[in-house]
């Protein structure tokens, strides 16, 4: 329904998308203090495959030294 909604009010659609990249940078921040995928899912309510996707950036960025900074 939502995304319906979208379609016809520009307004919700941006507020849509200011959400979803809200969600993913708290995801990309909890996984940085080590924060388990279950947990993380009862703070965001997502599903499992868009936290293991975005997590996997926050392991190859520490990984690389790229939170050394």
Avoid: F, W, Y
């Amino acid at each position: 329904m939502a995304g319906k909604l979208a379609e016809r009010d520009p307004v919700l659609a941006e507020l849509q998308t200011i959400r979803t990249v809200l969600q993913d940078l708290m995801i990309l921040e909890c996984a940085r203090t080590g924060m388990k995928r279950e947990e993380l899912r009862r703070i965001v309510p997502v599903n499992k495959t868009r936290i293991s996707r975005i997590m996997k950036h926050a392991r190859k960025a520490k990984g690389n030294g790229a939170d050394a900074a």
